[in-house]
């Protein structure tokens, strides 16, 4: 394989495997996943499948930090932002919109900041500022209106949307827009949220994972799925067979939004149901778990399923942490599912971060 080169890789901690190959890094990964299943007492084991999504130039999204006008990523030994002006991971695209953002003399102190390319190649930013550097900003206008003429803004947690009145900017309710896809019984799915929204990295990698998560489940004859940490519902469409109904879980009400809003446009809202979060769902009649949670992984989940006397017959585990996912293996192994098939989507190069994929069953 070709030699990368990036002249911050040794400072930046973005790229902590960079001078590893790529092919001792997917075998490191591979290995780091093999031991930790093994010392679960799994028995056997299916092969440790490895997709690469490439080197470099794979992500449409990334969080960047200010820092006293330094505008990149942590250093790797010190409490330092390392100022970068490029990064390889970028699509050219988001390069090109990155380099705009930078050349734009903010005031900041220190702040993070979320740039995307959406699917069509629209540009969006989300602005996460102390409400002091955000007031700054908004009564100066001159920078919010050079951002604002590159791409749309968000700012804030709550997500609010830039506006420009003929006196000033003001900030306005969250806005929903098309800023990634998904697949339905192989038709693409516009999905709707926000610039601050989770979403995959980049637009091969997601495309990598819905179509495992449909194969997955393309035979399975689910008639009722519960899927925990729907999201925007990246994985609830791909995982919809012609008929099946989908109870969903999911605390962040924007993503929530977005996901009906797509079901909407594609006539499928009648098959989908928002569960609250805080009951115990009727795992009884539930014939697949397909669960996407955050880094902290099941624990919110697993033990209200450890209390049914059946639990359903499939289990799709998709995790970004493979920390969280041994522990929570182990309680599915205590729940009699056994593992059936494993893969990671090496969506994180050049770090010790990887996604996996598995399909679990009821032995």
Same mark, same amino acid.
């Given at each position: 394989?070709?030699?990368?080169?990036?002249?911050?890789?040794?400072?930046?901690?973005g790229?902590?495997?960079?001078?590893?190959?790529?092919?001792?890094?997917?075998?490191?990964?591979?290995?780091?996943?093999q031991?930790?299943?093994?010392?679960?007492?799994?028995?056997n084991?299916?092969?440790?499948?490895?997709?690469?999504?490439?080197?470099?130039?794979?992500?449409?999204?990334?969080?960047?930090?200010?820092?006293?006008g330094?505008?990149?990523?942590?250093a790797?030994?010190?409490?330092?932002?390392?100022?970068?002006?490029?990064?390889?991971?970028?699509?050219?695209?988001?390069?090109?919109?990155?380099?705009?953002f930078?050349?734009?003399?903010?005031p900041?102190?220190?702040? #993070?900041?979320?740039?995307? *390319? =959406?699917?069509?190649?629209?540009? @969006? !930013?989300?602005?996460?500022?102390?409400? &002091? +550097?955000?007031?700054?900003?908004?009564?100066?206008?001159?920078?919010?209106?050079?951002l604002?003429?590159?791409?749309?803004?968000?700012?804030?947690q709550?997500?609010?949307?830039?506006?420009?009145?003929?006196?000033?900017?003001?900030?306005?309710?969250?806005v929903?827009?098309?800023?990634?896809?998904?697949t339905?019984?192989?038709?693409?799915? #516009?999905l709707?949220?926000? *610039? =601050?929204?989770?979403?995959?990295? @980049? !637009?091969l990698?997601?495309?990598?994972? &819905? +179509?495992?998560?449909?194969?997955?489940?393309?035979?399975?004859?689910?008639?009722?799925?519960?899927?925990?940490?729907?999201?925007?519902?990246?994985?609830?469409?791909?995982s919809?067979?012609?008929?099946?109904?989908?109870?969903?879980?999911?605390?962040?009400?924007?993503?929530?939004?977005?996901?009906?809003?797509t079901?909407?446009e594609f006539?499928l809202?009648?098959?989908?149901?928002?569960?609250n979060?805080k009951?115990?769902?009727?795992?009884?009649?539930?014939?697949?778990?397909?669960?996407?949670?955050?880094?902290?992984?099941?624990?919110?989940?697993?033990?209200?399923?450890?209390?049914?006397k059946?639990?359903?017959?499939?289990?799709?585990?998709?995790?970004?942490?493979?920390?969280?996912?041994?522990?929570?293996?182990k309680v599915?192994?205590?729940?009699?599912?056994?593992?059936?098939?494993?893969?990671?989507?090496?969506?994180f190069?050049?770090?010790?971060?990887?996604e996996?994929?598995?399909?679990?069953d009821?032995?």
């Open positions: 394989m070709e030699s990368l080169t990036c002249p911050h890789a040794k400072l930046c901690s790229c902590s495997t960079w001078d590893i190959s790529m092919e001792q890094q997917w075998a490191n990964k591979k290995q780091s996943l031991n930790g299943l093994e010392n679960l007492g799994l028995k084991l299916p092969e440790i499948q490895i997709q690469s999504i490439g080197p470099t130039h794979l992500r449409e999204r990334m969080d960047f930090v200010i820092e006293d330094r505008i990149g990523l942590y790797k030994q010190i409490e330092m932002i390392v100022d970068l002006p490029s990064c390889p991971l970028l699509t050219p695209a988001l390069q090109n919109y990155y380099e705009e930078r050349r734009i003399p903010w900041i102190h220190k702040g #993070s900041f979320r740039l995307r *390319v =959406g699917p069509s190649g629209e540009k @969006g !930013a989300w602005l996460d500022f102390s409400h &002091v +550097d955000t007031k700054i900003l908004m009564d100066e206008q001159k920078m919010l209106l050079q604002s003429s590159l791409g749309f803004v968000e700012i804030g709550r997500r609010k949307v830039l506006e420009k009145t003929p006196e000033k900017f003001s900030l306005r309710e969250p929903l827009r098309c800023w990634s896809k998904t339905y019984l192989g038709q693409t799915l #516009s709707f949220g926000t *610039v =601050g929204s989770f979403s995959q990295t @980049g !637009a990698a997601n495309q990598v994972i &819905v +179509d495992g998560v449909a194969r997955l489940t393309k035979n399975m004859g689910h008639r009722l799925s519960l899927e925990y940490g729907a999201g925007n519902g990246n994985l609830t469409f791909p919809m067979n012609e008929s099946n109904r989908v109870q969903v879980i999911e605390t962040d009400l924007l993503a929530l939004q977005g996901l009906r809003k079901a909407e006539s809202g009648h098959r989908i149901e928002i569960l979060p009951e115990t769902p009727d795992f009884s009649k539930v014939d697949l778990i397909l669960a996407n949670p955050p880094r902290s992984g099941l624990s919110h989940f697993l033990p209200k399923l450890i209390e049914t059946k639990p359903p017959k499939n289990f799709i585990y998709m995790s970004c942490f493979p920390e969280s996912f041994l522990n929570d293996a599915l192994k205590d729940l009699n599912y056994r593992l059936q098939e494993i893969e990671i989507i090496d969506q190069p050049h770090t010790h971060h990887y996996i994929l598995s399909r679990w009821q032995s």
